[in-house]
């Protein structure tokens, strides 16, 4: 389908609730582990979308706005989390992700985008030129991308676990990623 | 990690909040369209796992307890939700989702497994011999897999609209789910 600003605001407004209802207080066997070395834990990546939220989305779509294709965005820091989420327990990066990502969509509806400003273009310093709209549809579907991790990382540690079941599992021969 | 009863139950308990925190009220866009022919939308996803809470874990785990290996479990019926489903608004499902799992768990703790309990042996028409420690575990990573599964297929809806973040986004290069 083609990108909506409606659909894509309406998905990313429950992406926090849905990760809290998920993953707060559940067993740190759960959220801690991840699936091997240079590998992130569900902590790990809500910590990444924290710093998805300052760093990349909303920040680059500002950059976009203001200096259309004339300044390539920041590049983002894949392993920028790590000085961020130091010392924080998941509940408080649940916390903070469900506040940051509200100010982000009070910014981006603050805007109130028209079609023509969704064709505006930007620059990435790795993808080269970007609309608007492909910013804010990936916004969206990069938290898609992120819960689909979490529940392969998740379901990682019960691969022994299942024993023959692992044969029926999708998710434990997904190999989406390669790296985290 | 080995099985944990403890850490199933916690997962368990939380997907049904996960999805409808996710879900609810998503516009049909989101919840309705799947990848092509002869798979499935997240609407059909949930309808599974409710035919998944009538007929599949609990239902097989008292078959095990009651005969052993004497009697394999009731093939699945991997299309069971499409006529389960008939009628019904992805929030009926989802409130359905809440309430049957709620009673498979209610049931399950009323059993107080102990360790050799879990050791007890059942027969599946498919992959033979199987523990309750097997199935229970199994059951919770059937959960992750259709969460992995449901944000794979929302995603792909957004396949076109993110343009070239398609490269960076690990979600649409899954092929972990064969068959729906």
Known sequence: ?????DHTISLLTRTPAALNALLRDLPEEWTLRNEGENTWSAYDVVGHLNHSERTNWIPRARMLRQFGEAQAFEPFDRW????ESQGK????????FARLRSE???ELRAWNLRREDLERR???PALGVVTLSELLASWAAHDLTHLHQISRIMAHQYREAVGP?????GVLK???HSSP
């Open 122 to 124: 930007g620059k990435h």
């Open 104 to 106: 982000n969509l009070d």
């Open 165 to 169: 079941w692992s044969r029926n599992l």
């Open 174 to 176: 997904c190999a989406g």
């Open 80 to 83: 920028g989390q790590v000085r």
């Open 1 to 5: 389908m083609q990108h909506d600003l």
């Open 89 to 96: 327990s998941l509940g408080q990066l649940l916390d903070e």
